[in-house]
Every structure is written in structure tokens, then in C-alpha cells.
């Protein structure tokens, strides 16, 4: 009976819609509406330096984020966690590495919430023509950045059924402008005769181009934040970023060619130039695809007219949502930065009345990015982004070699591809040429361009400098020991929160008892559930080496439980786990998400026998908690 | 010539997918497809 009115829910949650654990298709829309809307910035800035070779510079920057998504996949894997590259340089490196990276990370959402935002009005000067250009795009683009600060401040959640369809949008429309382009445009030898090698672009404008063609890539790093959330990391995780090389391929290679055919690189007043990447009235770097459009050689007014409106809405659309993964981003590092200790407390505290991180929001999502939309520079906000992302990206590679030449025995779930292995370590090839690649395209960066150096290099000083005196002085912790912030204690009355409480399940009674008493808890506490079950995979089969009908199994129960969790008002996130032995993976789970408690069910033993009372798994467990352990004993036994 | 190649590529995409299967290939092949097709359509008009 309980059985049936519990399918009965799950069906009806389905009906509702967009299921909402996060599979391979929900990873993929959320980084595809974050990945896609780059090429809304990066094509004018990139075709200013490259010139008729943009289509090239994009393919050579598309290999280096094809090995860094790689880098990205098998890291996130292995450490379904928030943090991406500062996470991985954690665990292989130490606590200062994984500041830099952090830093590094931050300066890059704070560069894509000024160029994402300072972007929105130019598009919307499809309406209003002054909105192309300094001073009302800056005007603009800082009213973005405060109310999507304010928004996020008073706690709105934005629906990701939106967001999915919104993507999915973006990709079609940017299909339909490529097969337009190849229908009325495209011409192989208007791009053979843009190209005059060492001349425009000159070989120095070519190397900075391919750093600054990385900014297409933003947002890379989306499916590990989201990871903490999916259900099942080592499926899903390299499925959503294969998806993603691949429709980012489709477009980046193509609308570059089809950009270039319509904008051919003409001998003007002495120099080489596209219109594609020149500063408006003449130019299109403020708003290269509508360049694309009104260069489509579409001879019908109306129809032409409609098509930019329709391009200005969704673009400016699509960069205001990417504006908000910014903004989001960047008070979720700067939380993570907190828990830490890399970053003072401070941060992490929640505003009284709408419980958000409002001065993260305020100082890292709102100041610092306003700060940067003021000179009105595209350039500067394009290179300052590369500038974060290649050095982030080089330490993610550098990560993945250590953590691979350090623990060559260790078993991992997910191996990204290829590999050479030499004297008995498993090589990441892609890592290695990852690592070269976005390595050199940092020193290109830092040695071509002046401002970018100084404000770069700046904004790391600065870090370490407060870093060294924040560890020194308050937390009185060497710099590279990583250190957890206590769990956040608030009100008179110094009431513990549980933020996160952890419930591994089996198909068991105790265990469905257990999940009733995290519920009840969690409801009071306003906290959120991860449940999690543990597939215990025998030695002689390879960890990812699972038989179907067992993952059908544990998907089942993980979506029963959810269901059940939900049902009391709770956010619940479900784990698919793949381990040795359960014990073990259930104390990784909690010490990676933070526990603060862990709730399990724990069937007795008969009282006459002379055993242990719980079981191995129990018993494990209760050793080697990070956390207050909770167990739910079953109504018979007790 | 672009658009015979471009509508060969289609087809060729098209049948390769059909015999090794994937679905990708064959939206890809079809864009081709139309691309090469109307490209032909409007040079002929």
C-alpha cells in the first residue's frame, strides 16, 4: 500500500516536468546555455587580433579546451565537488595551490559577469541605437550587475526548466545563422584570400588571439559545480562534457567561417580590418552576431529586421542568464573559499531575513565586476578573462598529472583519454598538451599585454598577500595545510545548523525509517538531505564494471527515497555511489560534502548472539565519521 | 561545385549513419543537406 502511494508521488513528480536530477541532458543544457553564450562576445574581440585567421585561432583554442574538458571530466569524477581546478590542485597539491586556482577562478567569474552583462545592452540596441557604444552600454551593463546582485540577494531561484529550453533555443539559432551563412554567404575563397600570413594578422597578433579566442569557452567549469548535485558523476560528468565538445565544435568552427565570409578582411586606410572586429558606428565587435545577420546578404527588409530582433532578444537574453551563473558562481567559490579558511568567515554568513551570502554577492558579484565595466573596455575585460582561465585551466592539467604520477595504483572510475603509460604511470596526454597549450597561451597574455599583466598579476598579489596575513594572524594555520571552517553556528542560543545531512540508503526498513527521521529533522532545520547508496562492486570486477539490472536497482531506490525526502518539503540530492566497500565511500561522501550529520539505518543483531550489534558497514561508520552520526535502530529491534 | 560538395557530404554523412547508426550524423548530414540543396536552388534561379 505504502509501496503504491509512494509510486503514485513519483509518477506525479514526473508528470510535473523536467525531472530534477541532474543527468547527462540537464548538465549539458545548464553548460551549453553558459558555453553557447560566449560566442556572443568572444567572436568580435578574437577577430580584432586574428583577423582572417579567426576560424583557425578558434579550431587551435577548440583543441585546448577539448584536452581541458577532458582535464575537467576525469578531475570531476574523481571529486564530484564545487571548485573545479582549485579542488583538484587540493587534493594534488596543497592548500596554496588551491588558493591560487580559487583566485584565479574568482577573477574569471568576476571578468565574465562585467563582459556578460556590459554585452546585454548591446544587443538590446536593436531597439535603441545608443546602447551600441560607451557611455550608455556602460550604463547599462552595470544596471545588470545590481539588479541581478539585488535578485540573487533576496534569494529567487531562477527555473532551470527555463534555462534548458533557453539553451536548447540558442543551439538552434545558432545553427539555423550557420546554415544560412552556408546557404547565402559562405565562400572558401574569401577566406583563402583574408589570410596574409605574418601580415594581418602578424604572427604576435596571432599568438595573443588564441588566449583571447579561449574566452569563447566560458563556463567549462559549470558541470563541476554542478556535480555535487548529479546522481551518478562517473556517467554522467564525461557523457555531458563529450556532448559539449561536440556542439560547441559545431558552432565554433562554423559561424567563425561564416563571420568571416560575410565580413572579408578588407586594406583600409593603411591596415588590414574587419568590420567584424572594429569598435561600432562602422564595426561589430560590440555585437559580432548581429554583424553576422546583417551580413547575411538577406535582401527582404522585414524579414531581415525580424531576424535581428530576434537575434538581439534571445542574445541578450542568453547573456543575462550568463551573467547570473556568474553571479552565482562567484558566491559559491567565495562560500567554498570561506569553508576553507582561504577566505575570512565573514563570507559565509547568510543575510538575517533572506538567508543568502549577501556580502559575497555584494563585494566579489557586484563591486569587483562594476569595477571592471567602467573603463568600457572589451579588450581588457576579454584578456582579463583569459588571463584567470588560462592559469586556472594550467593548474587543473597540472593536477590531474600529479594526482596520476603520485597514485599510479589508485583505482579510478574514469580515465579520460589518451595515455601513455611509462614506467608504470598512466600518462594523461591530454593533460600534458592541455597544460602546455593553456601555459603558454597565459605567458602570451601576461607578456603581450600591459594592463591585463598589471591587473592580473595585481589581483593575485593582492590575494596571496591577504591569504598569508589571514592564515597567520587569525587562523593560525600554516598556509598549505587545509583547514574546514566550523560549522556555522548561529543565533543566541548557539543552536547547531545541519546545513547537510548525509542518509545512505538500502532497500531495508531501518533505512526507510532513517530517511523519515532526516526528513523530519531536516524540515525544522531548513536543511537539505544527500542520499546516498553504495553499489559495493567485488575486487575481481572493475569499479565502473556494473551489471545494468543493478543501476536500474539503485536508481529505482535513490528515486523512491528522493520522492519520500521530498514529500516533507526538503531539497534532496541523490548519489549513485561505486566502491569496494560501503562503509569507506558513505565517510568520503560525508567528509566531501561537508556533513554535518549522518543519518543511516542500522538493523540489530539477535541480543544472544556474542557479535558485534551493528553490522561491518555500521560499525565502520561510526569509527570514521567526520560528523554527529545518527542511526534509526527499526521499531522491533528497539 | 561548393554546393555539390556540400550536398554530397550530406548524403554521404546520411548513409553512414544509417549503416553504423547514431543519431547525430544523421541531423548533421541532413543540415547538409539542405545547405548544399539551396545553395544549388538559388545559383540555378
Given at each position: ?5 509512494q ?11 523536467l525531472e530534477?536530477?541532474l ?28 583577423l582572417?585567421l579567426?576560424?583557425?585561432v578558434?579550431v587551435?583554442?577548440?583543441l585546448f579546451?577539448?584536452?581541458t574538458?577532458a ?24 592548500e ?16 565574465t559577469?562585467?563582459?556578460?552583462a ?6 538590446l ?8 557604444d560607451n ?10 550587475v545590481v ?13 532551470t526548466?527555463?534555462n534548458?529550453?533557453l539553451?536548447?533555443v540558442?543551439?538552434a539559432?545558432?545553427?539555423l545563422?550557420?546554415?544560412l551563412?552556408f546557404?547565402l ?5 574569401i ?5 596574409h600570413?605574418?601580415?594581418?594578422p ?11 579566442a579561449?574566452l569563447?569557452y566560458?563556463?567549462?567549469e559549470t ?20 556532448l ?5 565544435f559545431?558552432?565554433y ?7 568571416l565570409s ?8 593603411g ?11 562602422e ?13 547575411l ?12 530582433i530576434?537575434?538581439g ?15 552565482i558562481g562567484a ?6 573559499m ?5 577566505l ?12 543568502t ?9 557586484g ?10 573596455q ?6 582579463i ?8 585551466f ?8 600529479a ?22 604511470v ?11 597549450g593553456?601555459?603558454?597561451s597565459w ?5 603581450q ?10 589581483w ?22 587545509t583547514?574546514?571552517a ?25 533505512s ?36 545494468r539490472e ?13 520522492a ?8 534532496a540530492m ?12 558513505i ?10 550529520l549522518?543519518?543511516m539505518?542500522?538493523?540489530r ?6 557479535t ?8 565502520y ?18 | 561545385?561548393?554546393?555539390g ?8 554523412l ?7 547508426g547514431?543519431?547525430?550524423g544523421?541531423?548533421?548530414?541532413a543540415?547538409?543537406?539542405l ?7 538559388l545559383?540555378?534561379?
Amino acid at each position: 500500500m505504502a509501496a503504491r502511494r509512494q509510486r503514485g508521488v513519483i509518477r506525479r513528480r514526473r508528470g510535473q516536468g523536467l525531472e530534477r536530477v541532474l543527468g547527462t541532458p540537464a548538465l549539458f543544457a545548464t553548460a551549453y546555455g553558459n558555453v553557447g553564450s560566449s560566442i556572443y562576445y568572444a567572436l568580435g574581440v578574437t577577430a580584432l587580433y586574428a583577423l582572417g585567421l579567426t576560424p583557425v585561432v578558434f579550431v587551435i583554442a577548440g583543441l585546448f579546451f577539448a584536452a581541458t574538458a577532458a582535464t575537467y571530466a576525469e578531475g570531476t569524477v574523481r571529486f564530484p565537488e564545487a571548485g573545479g581546478s582549485s579542488s583538484f590542485a587540493r587534493h594534488a597539491f596543497n592548500e596554496t595551490v588551491s588558493f591560487m586556482a580559487a583566485w584565479a577562478q574568482m577573477l574569471n567569474y568576476v571578468a565574465t559577469i562585467a563582459i556578460s552583462a556590459f554585452f546585454v545592452p548591446h544587443y538590446l540596441s536593436v531597439f535603441w541605437e545608443p546602447l551600441r557604444d560607451n557611455p550608455w552600454d556602460i550604463v547599462g551593463g552595470i544596471a545588470v550587475v545590481v539588479l541581478l546582485v539585488l535578485i540573487n540577494i533576496v534569494g529567487i531561484e531562477e527555473s532551470t526548466r527555463v534555462n534548458v529550453l533557453l539553451a536548447v533555443v540558442d543551439f538552434a539559432t545558432q545553427v539555423l545563422l550557420v546554415l544560412l551563412g552556408f546557404v547565402l554567404v559562405f565562400s572558401p575563397s574569401i577566406l583563402v584570400d583574408n589570410v596574409h600570413f605574418g601580415v594581418a594578422p602578424t604572427w604576435s597578433q596571432f599568438f595573443l588571439a588564441i588566449p583571447v579566442a579561449m574566452l569563447a569557452y566560458t563556463g567549462v567549469e559549470t558541470v563541476s559545480n554542478l556535480a555535487e548535485e548529479a546522481r551518478d558523476p562517473s556517467r554522467s560528468v564525461p557523457n555531458a562534457y563529450k556532448l559539449i565538445a561536440a556542439a560547441v565544435f559545431a558552432i565554433y568552427f562554423t559561424l567563425p567561417m561564416i563571420a568571416l565570409s560575410a565580413m572579408p578582411v578588407r586594406f583600409v586606410d593603411g591596415e588590414y580590418q574587419t568590420v567584424l572586429g572594429e569598435q561600432p558606428p562602422e564595426g561589430f565587435a560590440n555585437d559580432p552576431v548581429l554583424g553576422v545577420v546583417k551580413n547575411l546578404g538577406i535582401s527582404s527588409g522585414g524579414l531581415l529586421h525580424a531576424l535581428e530582433i530576434y537575434v538581439g532578444v534571445l542574445a541578450a537574453t542568453i547573456l543575462f542568464i550568463a551573467t547570473n551563473a556568474g553571479v552565482i558562481g562567484a558566491s559559491r567559490i567565495t562560500y567554498a573559499m570561506s569553508s576553507y579558511r582561504q577566505l575570512p568567515g565573514t563570507f559565509r554568513r547568510l543575510h538575517r531575513r533572506f538567508a543568502t551570502p549577501w556580502l559575497a554577492l555584494t563585494v566579489f558579484a557586484g563591486l569587483a565586476p562594476i569595477a571592471a565595466i567602467l573603463p568600457g573596455q572589451t579588450n581588457f575585460l576579454g584578456t582579463i578573462y583569459s588571463f584567470g582561465a588560462t592559469l586556472s585551466f594550467t593548474v587543473a592539467h597540472a593536477a590531474i598529472i600529479a594526482l596520476r604520477a603520485r597514485r599510479p595504483e589508485e583505482e579510478a572510475l574514469f580515465r579520460a583519454r589518451p595515455n601513455f603509460t611509462w614506467r608504470g604511470v598512466d600518462w594523461p596526454l591530454f593533460a600534458v598538451f592541455g597544460g602546455i597549450g593553456t601555459g603558454l597561451s597565459w605567458l602570451v597574455i601576461v607578456i603581450q599585454q600591459p594592463a591585463t599583466r598589471w591587473a592580473g598579476i595585481g589581483w593575485l598579489l593582492l590575494g596571496l598577500a591577504f591569504y598569508y596575513v589571514y592564515r597567520r594572524r587569525v587562523v593560525h594555520q600554516p598556509l598549505s595545510v587545509t583547514t574546514r571552517a566550523p560549522a556555522l553556528v548561529l543565533g543566541p542560543a548557539l543552536q547547531l545548523e545541519y546545513r547537510t545531512i548525509v542518509v545512505p540508503v538500502v532497500r531495508s526498513n531501518e533505512s526507510e525509517e532513517a530517511l523519515v527521521a532526516a526528513a523530519r529533522l531536516a524540515a525544522e532545520r531548513r536543511a537539505t538531505i544527500a542520499i546516498v547508496h553504495v553499489i559495493q562492486v567485488p575486487l575481481e570486477r572493475r569499479l565502473d564494471q556494473v551489471a545494468r539490472e543493478e543501476e536500474d536497482e539503485a536508481d529505482d531506490l535513490l528515486e523512491q527515497a528522493r520522492a519520500l525526502v521530498e514529500a516533507y518539503g526538503v531539497r534532496a540530492m541523490t548519489r549513485l555511489v561505486r566502491a569496494r566497500r560501503a562503509g569507506p565511500a558513505i565517510v568520503e561522501e560525508a567528509e566531501r560534502r561537508n556533513a554535518e550529520l549522518l543519518v543511516m539505518g542500522a538493523p540489530r543483531r539477535p541480543a544472544r548472539r556474542k557479535t558485534a550489534i551493528f553490522g561491518q558497514t555500521v560499525d565502520y561508520v561510526l569509527k570514521a565519521s567526520p560528523c554527529r552520526v545518527l542511526l534509526a535502530a527499526g521499531k522491533r529491534a528497539a | 561545385m561548393l554546393s555539390g560538395a556540400l550536398v554530397l557530404l550530406g548524403l554521404v554523412l546520411i548513409v553512414e549513419t544509417a549503416v553504423l547508426g547514431g543519431g547525430i550524423g544523421l541531423l548533421l548530414g541532413a543540415l547538409f543537406l539542405l545547405a548544399g540543396g539551396l545553395r544549388l536552388y538559388l545559383s540555378f534561379r
